[in-house]
């Protein structure tokens, strides 16, 4: 995940494996039970949870040890816990790894533990997010919580709004999408040699294939799966055309960095050093983008054919380990840290996240002193533009890596769009096929 790998180390994920084994009591005071807590995140997030874990320690008498882990070894410390039965009593989970964690018997069956009212605080959180980690025996999006979420995060697209005054651009419509020909347009007028060196230093877009190819295919009414989720359905004629137009933004427009100039400095560096007219954003941004020396603001994705903007929310799920020896106290820190409003609260003050709670989240999003101003569109991901990824859908997700496996033929056009899907489409389904069997 993006936001997994923007994350500084702070502590030796080397401390995890002595931290489970030693849970019972290190804090000297003999009287407060202890919990574990495994985590990631960026600096700004793990400061924030930091704070909001001290105040549901002076609330309960239980003393959390945080685990802090790097986002790029996290999930390997993760599963090695798993693997060797240390699992922490609290820990987050990638919406992917559900499933898994459920079938295995890593996740507690959290509902014994929930209050009626800690049942109604959760009534109040986004539902899509909660569904996410409910699953009934057969199907996920009911049933049991074996988790609840740790956010709900839309991926929304920006653009920067200071590129666009100077250059004489009439500022988008907060809520009016461009089609792609007018983003293209709009792209290609940004893209220049600001400094007339005969190279390019200001681009209009530049976009990873994995994070925003989503919001093409949709919008252009393709998909990777069918309705049931049995079959893959690259080779449709609207998923081609929107893979094409994905390509062609650096191959035939020319209006994202090469891929050398991509070597030097990643688009998000670029974005961040304002070279960039439109680049996505996610609420775990927020914080970071504070610091920007450029005004940005959120819009709609780009409609393709099907008329209409679609984009990915994801939600990182916190869950309780099955082996617990204090389900209590670790189901109260996952319903404090997902729906307390003193908890979420601090999450969203520092800014690394929106607000679980709806109505909170309204509230949040018309406050129009605080970049981005155009928080709404956040909402409206969550509320109406927002899909799962595909491989959240299917049991295992190789057939959803597959895909991006071997694309970067098509990426530096090598290969056209439609020559690729029908190489990949039956090493996917084949995977697939696995993956609903293995099931
Ligand atoms: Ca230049």
């Known amino acids: 995940m993006k936001k997994f790998m923007l994350v500084i180390t702070i502590f030796s994920s080397l401390l995890l494996f002595t931290a489970c084994q030693n849970s019972e009591n290190e804090s000297g005071d003999s009287s407060k039970k202890e919990i574990t807590m495994m985590l990631t995140g960026n600096q700004e997030e793990q400061d924030a949870y930091e704070q909001v874990i001290k105040e549901f320690e002076k609330e309960n008498d239980v003393k959390v040890k945080v685990i802090p882990t790097d986002g790029s070894q996290y999930k390997t410390k993760l599963q090695a816990a798993i693997s060797g039965g240390n699992v922490p009593d609290v820990f987050w989970f990638e919406q992917v790894d559900f499933l898994t964690y459920v079938n295995n018997g890593v996740l507690l069956e959290m509902d014994d533990y929930l209050s009626d009212e800690a049942k109604n605080d959760i009534d109040g959180i986004w539902p899509m997010a909660v569904k996410n980690f409910q699953f009934d025996g057969t199907d996920v999006g009911a049933g049991t919580h074996y988790g609840l979420p740790k956010d709900a995060a839309p991926f929304a697209l920006g653009y920067n709004k200071t590129m666009f005054e100077e250059n004489g651009i009439e500022l988008p419509d907060k809520s009016h999408s461009f089609t792609q020909e007018e983003f293209v347009t709009i792209a290609k007028k940004l893209t220049k040699d600001t400094n007339g060196d005969g190279e390019l230093d200001q681009w ?82 927020m914080g970071t983008y504070q610091k920007l020396d450029f005004e940005y603001d959120l819009i709609p994705w780009p409609t393709g054919q099907s008329g209409d903007w679609a984009t990915y929310f994801q939600s990182t799920g916190i869950g309780v380990s099955a082996n617990t020896k204090s389900p209590e106290d670790a189901v109260e820190l996952v319903k404090y840290l997902s729906t307390s409003v003193k908890g979420q609260d601090a999450l969203v003050e520092a800014s690394v996240q929106i ?33 799962s990824l595909p491989m959240t859908r299917t049991y295992t997700s190789e057939w959803y890596d597959e895909f991006f496996t071997n694309i970067q033929p098509v990426l530096d056009g090598k290969k056209t769009a439609e020559e690729y899907v029908k190489e990949a489409q039956p090493k996917m389904q084949k995977l697939l096929d696995k993956s609903i069997s293995d099931q």
């Open 204 to 285: 209009g877009t530049g976009l990873d294939v994995r994070w925003s190819l989503p919001s093409f295919v949709w919008g252009n009414g393709g998909d990777w799966l069918n309705e049931d989720a049995t079959k893959v359905t690259i080779d449709t004629p609207e998923f081609i055309s929107a893979l094409q137009e994905f390509v062609n933004l650096q191959i035939k427009y020319e209006v994202t960095p090469s891929v050398s100039q991509g070597q030097t400095l990643d688009t998000y560096q670029r974005w961040m050093k304002g070279e960039l007219a439109f680049f996505p954003v996610g609420p775990w941004d």
């Open 355 to 387: 607000p679980n709670n709806v109505e909170k989240a309204k509230e949040w999003a018309s406050d129009t002193s605080s970049r981005p101003i155009n928080k709404q569109i956040f909402l409206d991901i969550l509320d109406t533009n927002g899909r």
